[in-house]
């Protein structure tokens, strides 16, 4: 399995921005792609964006436009851009890793939106 460790989530007021970055490590077999996924109080998870081995990435559409994914050649670290943040951003961000072994996720990263 994959190890990731995502960082730099925090409080921001509306129309802010945030980067986070998720550190992959760990992985014995090539990582097929990397995403984000987000869940918000009493919500399910939701996919948000990522990004695949060829670089095509692809969003969810309420963040298209203000988030992008991108990710080093080696697939160490993979960061997500967000700008023009909203109050309904607000969720635990999550970093997941697929390769042919399965899914690996990393703990988390707490955004906050203000209004």
């Known amino acids: 399995q994959v190890q990731l460790v995502e960082s730099g989530g925090g409080f921001v007021q509306a129309g802010g921005s945030l980067r986070l970055s998720c550190a992959a490590s760990?992985?014995?077999?090539?990582?097929?792609?990397m995403g984000w996924y987000r869940q918000a109080p009493g919500k399910e998870r939701d996919w948000v964006a990522t990004i695949l081995g060829n670089g095509l990435t692809e969003y969810t559409d309420s963040v298209k436009g203000r988030f992008a994914i991108s990710r080093d050649k080696t697939w160490s670290a993979v960061t997500l851009q967000m700008n023009n943040l909203k109050p309904e951003d607000t969720a635990v961000y999550y970093c997941?890793?697929?390769?042919?072994?399965?899914?690996?996720w990393g703990q988390g990263t707490q955004v906050t939106v203000s209004s």
């Open positions: 997941r890793a697929t390769t042919s072994w399965g899914t690996s």
């Open positions: 760990r992985s014995k077999v090539p990582i097929n792609s």
